[in-house]
Nanobody
Framework: QVQLVESGGGLVQAGGSLRLSCAAS????????VGWFRQAPGKVREFVAG????????YGSDSVKGRFTVSRDNAKNTVYLQMNTLNPEDTAVYYC????????????????WGQGTQVTVSA
């Protein structure tokens, strides 16, 4: 089974940038789609972005399109989420998850997920 560990979260001022990493261990996640979700206090989990094994990408909401970029380095077994022009509404715990394909990913059918990394954006 593949294990996922997120890193790269932290505190940043509005307008700043962060790059999150999701590293896999246990087995290669090359065949899988990997995505990012976030959950803010008192809110439901939100799909942020996902990337298929071949590099196809999808983004969850218009609020992140153009600001967030998902990418993967299969040689490093790592998926990234570059987040630019952050605003306080982006504050949440960000999780990465793996699924058999992008449809399953967006539907919440995970085969593995990480513990999350906190992103806090100050005004």
């Amino acid at each position: 089974q593949v294990q996922l560990v997120e890193s790269g979260g932290g505190l940043v001022q509005a307008g700043g940038s962060l790059r999150l990493s999701c590293a896999a261990s246990g087995r290669t996640f090359t065949p899988y789609s990997v995505g990012w979700f976030r959950q803010a206090p008192g809110k439901v989990r939100e799909f942020v972005a996902g990337i298929g094994w071949s590099g196809a990408v999808t983004y969850g909401s218009d609020s992140v399109k153009g600001r967030f970029t998902v990418s993967r380095d299969n040689a490093k077994n790592t998926v990234y989420l570059q987040m630019n022009t952050l605003n306080p509404e982006d504050t949440a715990v960000y999780y990465c998850a793996a699924s058999l394909n992008l449809v399953a990913l967006e539907s919440g059918n995970f085969i593995s997920w990480g513990q999350g990394t906190q992103v806090t954006v100050s005004a």
